[in-house]
């Protein structure tokens, strides 16, 4: 979060190849390292939504403004959060038409961080 403000930017695989030095088995699996990267994308799309107590009035007081567009930005946030994280090429492999037939339902479609991967003996 602080490299983010300070350089625009972050290396997750840096960080997180020196933390491990520190804490082993800190990212154990694909799972993982993948909500890592969908809370840093949060991290930078909401910004900072820690206020202190003694501002939390007047904060209140702006999210419930109209901006110019006429929402608030009470609105813009509950939308990002109520927002589906995973997107359409999430579901690659299972919409691909030799799958199709192997799906149970066409509203339950598995996603593609979920499949378990086989491999030939």
């Given amino acids: 979060s602080q490299q983010i403000q300070r350089e625009g930017s972050v290396n997750v695989f ?7 030095t520190q804490r ?4 154990q699996t ?3 390292y993948v909500f890592i990267h969908d809370t840093l994308v949060e991290a930078i799309l909401s910004r900072e939504t820690e ?7 007047a904060y ?6 109209p901006g110019p567009t006429g929402k ?6 509950f939308k990002l959060l109520s927002q589906p994280d995973i997107l359409q090429c999430d579901y690659s492999a299972a919409l691909k038409p030799l799958n199709r037939a192997k ?3 066409s509203s339950i479609i598995p996603v593609e961080r ?3 991967g086989l491999s030939s003996l």
């Avoid at 082993?24 to 990212?27: E, F, K, S, T, W």
């Avoid at 206020?51 to 009035?57: A, E, K, N, T």
């Avoid at 608030?72 to 946030?77: I, N, W």
């Fill in 60 to 65: 209140v007081n702006a999210l419930l403004t």
């Fill in 14 to 20: 840096g960080f997180l190849k020196h933390i491990r």
């Fill in 114 to 116: 979920a499949r378990v």
């Fill in 51 to 57: 206020i202190l107590d003694s501002h939390i009035h």
């Fill in 72 to 77: 608030t930005r009470l609105e813009k946030q």
């Fill in 24 to 27: 082993n088995y800190l990212v």
């Fill in 103 to 105: 799906n149970r339902s």
């Fill in 30 to 32: 694909e799972e993982q």
